[in-house]
């Protein structure tokens, strides 16, 4: 069965510290994995896109890496802002089909 | 351009009323994808359209109807609603052919009460 799973569920930090975020996954066949951010209420805003050859991306403070044997990904957020409070959503695609992690809430506190 | 748009922004019906949310892409994408959202859950599939025709309906009531007039516009039609129907609604686009660097690309959302 194809699905994704996500940890944590929910996740607080102190402003300026760091972070990581986990994605593992039993889609196949495989396409690419992204990460996106989506703020309360808008929709999801796309972070980085990951094949199957690549092992990790940045996008500014935020690094993906991908293991594709073990089937898992990792978005690490670095000197963490008030602004990175929102949810993280994992997606994995199979051609055309795409499935959604449950997602983890991350709030940034000051 | 990769922007897809959504109207309007927030929507309150009642339930004999009847409305329509849009979306619009001018990406030259050719998939077209409607889901619901509720809050603090992922987004769920509704309707897939795939060359401006119908391709996925995820068992979704009647009265979620929607449409695909070109390959830049969709939009659903709502009737009768129930309140259980209030969420956040995304319109996604991406291309049809299954290449690895395939893509969602999603609009903000309309937000949906249903009184």
């Known amino acids: 069965k194809n699905q994704v799973e996500q940890s944590p569920q929910s996740l607080i930090i102190l402003e300026g510290k760091n972070c990581t975020l986990q994605c593992n996954y039993t889609v196949s066949p495989f396409s690419n994995l992204r990460w996106y951010k989506q703020d309360t209420g808008r929709g999801p805003v796309s972070l980085t896109i990951m094949t199957f050859s690549e092992n990790t991306k940045s996008n500014g403070r935020y690094t993906a890496t991908l293991d594709a044997d073990t089937k898992q990904s990792s978005l690490h957020i670095t000197a963490s802002q008030l602004s990175d409070s929102a949810s993280y959503i994992c997606?994995?695609?199979?051609?055309?089909?795409?499935?959604f992690g449950t997602g983890t809430s991350l709030t940034v506190i000051p | 351009d990769t922007e897809v748009t959504q109207t309007p922004k927030h929507l309150v019906m009642g339930m004999t009323n009847k409305k329509s949310l849009k979306c619009e892409q001018h990406m030259g994408h050719r998939a077209m994808y409607w889901y619901k959202q509720k809050a603090k859950k992922p987004p769920e599939l509704m309707f897939v359209y795939s060359y401006e025709k119908l391709s996925i309906n995820e068992s979704v009531p009647s009265r979620f109807s929607p449409e695909c007039p070109n390959s830049s516009l969709l939009n659903l039609h709502l009737h009768a609603l129930q309140p259980e129907d209030s969420a956040l609604y995304l319109c996604?686009?991406?291309?049809?052919?299954?290449?690895?660097?395939?893509?969602?690309?999603f609009g903000p959302g309309t937000r949906l009460t249903v009184l």
């Open positions: 996604a686009s991406s291309q049809v052919r299954t290449s690895v660097e395939n893509e969602q690309f």
């Open positions: 997606v994995v695609s199979a051609g055309n089909q795409f499935y």
